[in-house]
């Protein structure tokens, strides 16, 4: 099957990481455990994972480079004899993709509930002049009168 290239395009320059990122995300299609994302004000995000059965030690959160890392694994307990498991001990990871900027400000574990909290900054300006030097022997910059 042939790939579409979204970002082959010659305007948009530097977005190779943009495409490897949307690869990544196409590639991931498990779907435990179940997980909400909840816009909670103007810059807040929470993210809401089902991990009944899980203590906290038996889960972790990272940040790497630009993904948001939750893992989960519980210990089986040797001596315990099921009539019937329904219910499997079972190991996971949901990654998250972070845009630029948006921070982890905290995880709490409330009744089988995983809360992550995000928020993102208030959004600055970033205009900026870029000065033009005369390379033709004035050397004036554009802009300058004298």
């Known amino acids: 099957m042939s790939r579409l290239q979204i970002f082959n395009h010659p305007l948009l320059l530097g977005f190779e990481e943009f495409e490897r990122t949307l690869d990544r995300i196409a590639k991931s299609g498990d779907g435990y455990p179940p997980y909400n994302i909840e816009q909670r004000g103007e810059n807040a995000i929470r993210i809401t994972l089902a991990v009944a059965g899980f203590s906290v030690a038996d889960l972790s959160v990272h940040v790497e480079d630009s993904q948001l890392v939750i893992r989960g694994r519980q210990t089986e307990e040797t001596g315990r004899v099921f ?56 050397g004036r910059v554009a802009g300058d009168r004298g």
């Open 83 to 138: 009539l019937h498991r329904g219910i499997a001990a079972r190991q996971f990871q949901r990654s998250f993709v972070l845009a630029e900027g948006l921070e982890v400000t905290g995880a709490a574990l409330d009744n089988g509930l995983l809360n992550v909290d995000l928020e993102r900054p208030p959004a600055t300006s970033r205009v900026r002049r870029i000065e033009i030097r005369d390379l033709e022997g004035s």
